[in-house]
């Protein structure tokens, strides 16, 4: 019978090591054992970017990117997508189960009633740089929250972490809108309970004299399928950040401003904004043909296509093709579009991107939709980081929760100068003498 372990020979000592594997896992502690002689640290693994290495225990968020699967809390993001909305799929992420309609009518007035800010906010916004980029303003303002709710530092408390989760989820679309609103120098819309939660960010967004904003229904149920979709995707770069830097015990305000530092970055929440640019490159559909020819030439890559997960069509890819499709049907077609239609048109018969495995990922069409909606690309990863806000509390709860967590704290292989002494500046070579002094007088 199979045993499930692992048997290491260590070549220099001769010494074999029997590892349990577990959830086709083995554990990198039990490596430690492993050493060349008494006294020695013992085996490290090497891992630069954690390219396969598993940093915790999750029951949120499942992928399987060889079969395009992607399920919250085990249910398909197909299903969540049509169904649902997002203030439902928040409380499925949060909470672990689809809430009982006694407990979604709670959990939406206690998300619509934390949607205000405090007026001190506002002023703080109002320090910013009349072009400060929004996310810049978001990273600032979300750990600047940390305090106006100093209580949030009782992480311990399972009460305390759910009135800081409704916080984040309540106000993140507020300090969006807000930054939105100060880069173009337009006064702040106020939240308005009335409406769902996207249809509140639009109107935060795009509100001007009427007295009532009226969303769209498309445009409204396009802006929550997009939250669908972005709100949580495992152990991705922010979450990362996320669960690092709350392994220290902050509180989840100050952890929130690291993940939007780290969405900010362009090979994470800005490659929607890449895919724009490069159809704005590519400008009709007749040159689609040469710009195929230049990537597989290696001149540039198509941007919006492949991913490191997913290995087939993106899920969410699919649900967003079919979302811009009927959001140009109300706000006009875009000759961006037909451009990127026939990109996909070509790349999914070409030989260099199916031996490649690369299909259109999230990114490729959600840029087109948040432009034809009016929103400019510097509001693209804050649209992101808005659902992600979600995920990011989730993760961050388990983490809290874990009892195998402990404060965040890589090894790394050294590769500096042996120890040297310290040697005075004057005894240095190139110090000046007496003798090179100026004289006074
Ligand atoms: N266009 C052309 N060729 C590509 C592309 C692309 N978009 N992506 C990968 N390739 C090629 C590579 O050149 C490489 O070819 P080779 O084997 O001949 O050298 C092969 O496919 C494998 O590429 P890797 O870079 O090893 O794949 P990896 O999994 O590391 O990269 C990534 C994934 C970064 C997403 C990549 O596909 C890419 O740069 N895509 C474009 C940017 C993009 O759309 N990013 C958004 C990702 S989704 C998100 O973050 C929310």
């Known amino acids: 019978m199979p045993k499930d372990t692992l048997t290491i020979r260590d070549n220099r000592t001769g010494k074999t090591y029997e590892i349990p594997i577990q959830d086709e896992s083995i ?25 396969n290495t598993a940093v915790c225990r999750s029951s949120i968020t499942f992928i ?15 299903q969540l997508a049509e169904q649902s909305n997002f203030l439902e799929v928040a409380y499925l992420i949060v909470n672990g189960n689809l809430p ?9 007035s206690e998300i619509t009633h934390h949607t205000m800010v405090h007026e001190n906010v506002k002023k703080f916004m109002d320090g910013f740089w009349h072009d400060a980029h929004p996310m810049g303003i978001l990273v600032g303002t979300v ?38 609103r100060h880069s173009c120098g337009m006064p702040y819309a106020y939240p308005d309970n009335d409406l769902s939660y996207a249809g509140n960010f639009l109107n935060m967004m795009f509100k001007m004299t009427e007295v009532k904003y009226k969303p769209d229904p498309v445009l409204e149920k396009a802006i929550d399928v997009l939250f669908i979709l972005h709100a949580d995707h495992e152990q991705n770069c922010s979450t990362s950040a996320m669960r690092v830097v709350g392994s220290s015990q902050v509180d989840p305000f100050s952890a929130m401003a ?30 689609v043909p040469e ?30 093709k079919h979302m811009a499709e009927q959001v ?35 990114d490729f069409y959600s840029g ?18 808005i659902p992600r806000t979600a995920g990011w509390i989730a993760q961050w709860e388990e983490l809290i929760l874990d009892p195998e967590q402990k404060i965040s704290r890589p090894r790394q292989l050294y590769s500096g100068a042996a120890r040297r002494e310290y040697v005075p500046l004057a005894q240095r070579a190139g110090a000046r003498t007496p003798a090179d002094s100026p004289r006074p007088g």
């Open 291 to 320: 710009f195929i020819k230049k990537v597989k030439n290696g001149e540039g890559r198509l941007m919006g296509f492949g991913h490191r997960v997913y290995k087939s069509y993106d899920p969410r890819a699919r649900i967003i």
């Open 328 to 362: 140009f049907d109300v706000q006009g077609s875009s000759p961006m579009l037909e451009v990127a239609r026939e990109l996909e048109r070509i790349a999914l018969q070409d030989d260099y991107f199916v031996t490649r495995r690369l299909y259109p990922n999230i």
């Open 258 to 287: 690291a993940a939007v530092a780290a969405l900010y970055g362009p090979l994470h929440g800005g490659a929607n904004e890449e895919v724009l640019k490069m159809l704005g490159e590519i400008g009709s559909v007749s040159k």
């Open 143 to 180: 750990g600047a929250l940390s305090t106006f709710y100093p209580g949030a530092k009782d992480i311990f408390n399972p009460d305390c972490r759910r009135r800081q989760s409704h916080r984040l989820i309540a106000k993140m679309p507020t300090l969006a809108a807000f930054a939105y």
């Open 368 to 385: 087109l939709i948040y432009q034809s909606m009016g929103f400019p690309t510097s509001m693209y990863p804050v649209l992101f980081a």
């Open 100 to 108: 009982s309609p006694k407990q979604y009518m709670k959990w939406e």
């Open 27 to 51: 554990r990198a502690m039990d490596l430690r054992q492993i050493k060349s002689a008494e006294g020695d640290f013992g085996i490290v693994t090497y891992d630069p970017a954690l390219l």
């Open 64 to 78: 399987d990117g060889d079969k395009s699967v992607l399920n919250y809390r085990g249910y398909p993001i197909e």
